[in-house]
């Protein structure tokens, strides 16, 4: 994996790139946060998913920064035509989802984030997940560290004979109690899979499991932020994320400290059973 790339006569390295997403995200963050508890328009998507004029707002403040800045990555939006997404691959790419979580923000809550990322050749090497209501900013490089407003961020220390801390969807929530007994505290899943898995990287979650059919934007910075943090994220048999398949392709995943990888794929398991 190249640490540089030439960008219209300039050599771009990870770091250039990461000073480049988190001036992006941050700008994206505060535009966001101009229509957050504000009643923002809303309209229904696919799958009765909604999008708000929030996220188009920051979805235009994002590309604008970004592919303005680096004309020759290719871009890959949430809130881009799907037929879009797919129709160019090129060696970088950003993956953004300018809202991740945008139920959780049009009801008020606080548990949303800008998630922005650059692949590599299909992996990801710079990403950040900028949380502008609770003011964290998590991010990390291929070749770096990965951090929480500058300082380390590591996953839990916690050990598979522990009592773990695993934030759930409620379908499963339901049934863990049955499976797992007093081995688990299921927590309610953090409605942004981006900041829950962020949440995992910093240590304030033991893991969570992720239900099917998640996509690439919301997934990319917080994987790699996870990897840097020492932890993983795969599904029940071990694979890492497929960038660039399409949703239906991904089944369960769990996410957690790499060494408590074998204990969540088998509770992950007992769930599905």
Same mark, same amino acid.
Request: aromatic residues 6%.
């Given at each position: 994996?190249? #640490?540089?790339?030439?960008?219209?006569?300039?050599?771009?390295?990870?770091?250039?790139?990461?000073?480049?997403?988190?001036?992006?995200?941050?700008?994206?963050?505060?535009?966001?946060?101009?229509?957050?508890?504000?009643?923002?328009?809303?309209?229904?998507?696919?799958?009765?998913?909604?999008?708000? +004029?929030?996220?188009?707002?920051?979805? *235009?403040?994002?590309?604008?920064?970004?592919?303005?800045?680096? $004309?020759?990555?290719?871009?890959?939006?949430?809130?881009? $035509?799907?037929?879009?997404?797919? @129709?160019?691959?090129?060696? *970088?790419?950003?993956?953004?989802?300018?809202? =991740?979580?945008?139920?959780?923000? %049009?009801?008020?809550?606080?548990?949303?984030?800008?998630?922005?990322? !650059?692949? +590599?050749?299909?992996?990801?090497?710079?990403?950040?997940?900028?949380?502008?209501?609770?003011?964290?900013?998590?991010?990390?490089?291929?070749?770096? $560290?990965?951090?929480?407003?500058?300082?380390?961020?590591?996953?839990?220390?916690?050990?598979?004979?522990?009592?773990?801390? %695993?934030?759930?969807?409620?379908?499963?929530?339901?049934?863990?109690?049955?499976?797992?007994?007093?081995?688990?505290?299921? %927590?309610?899943? !953090? $409605?942004?899979?981006?900041?829950?898995?962020?949440?995992? @990287?910093? #240590?304030?979650?033991?893991?969570?499991?992720?239900?099917?059919?998640?996509? =690439?934007?919301?997934?990319?910075?917080?994987?790699?932020?996870?990897?840097?943090?020492?932890?993983?994220?795969? =599904?029940?048999?071990?694979?890492?994320?497929?960038?660039?398949?399409?949703?239906?392709?991904?089944?369960?995943?769990? @996410?957690?400290?790499?060494?408590?990888?074998?204990?969540?794929?088998?509770?992950?398991?007992?769930?599905?059973?």
């Amino acid at each position: 994996m190249r #640490g540089t790339d030439v960008v219209h006569g300039f050599s771009a390295s990870l770091a250039d790139d990461l000073e480049l997403l988190r001036d992006a995200a941050l700008r994206a963050g505060d535009v966001a946060m101009g229509y957050f508890r504000k009643d923002p328009k809303v309209w229904y998507k696919h799958g009765n998913s909604p999008v708000s +004029e929030a996220d188009y707002a920051a979805d *235009r403040c994002l590309e604008e920064r970004l592919a303005g800045a680096r $004309p020759d990555y290719g871009w890959v939006s949430e809130e881009m $035509p799907a037929s879009e997404a797919v @129709a160019e691959v090129r060696h *970088r790419v950003f993956v953004v989802d300018p809202i =991740d979580g945008t139920r959780a923000f %049009l009801r008020g809550e606080d548990v949303w984030c800008v998630s922005v990322a !650059v692949l +590599e050749a299909g992996v990801p090497v710079a990403g950040i997940i900028h949380v502008p209501a609770r003011g964290e900013t998590f991010e990390a490089t291929a070749d770096g $560290p990965a951090l929480l407003n500058g300082a380390s961020c590591l996953v839990s220390d916690a050990s598979s004979t522990a009592t773990l801390r %695993l934030s759930l969807p409620d379908s499963m929530r339901k049934t863990i109690a049955r499976t797992e007994g007093k081995a688990v505290e299921a %927590l309610a899943a !953090v $409605p942004s899979l981006a900041y829950r898995l962020a949440l995992v @990287a910093s #240590g304030r979650l033991d893991g969570t499991i992720v239900r099917p059919r998640a996509n =690439d934007w919301d997934v990319a910075a917080a994987d790699l932020i996870l990897e840097r943090a020492g932890g993983r994220f795969e =599904d029940v048999e071990g694979r890492r994320w497929r960038y660039g398949e399409d949703e239906a392709a991904h089944n369960v995943m769990v @996410a957690g400290p790499l060494g408590l990888s074998p204990r969540l794929r088998d509770i992950a398991r007992g769930l599905a059973a």
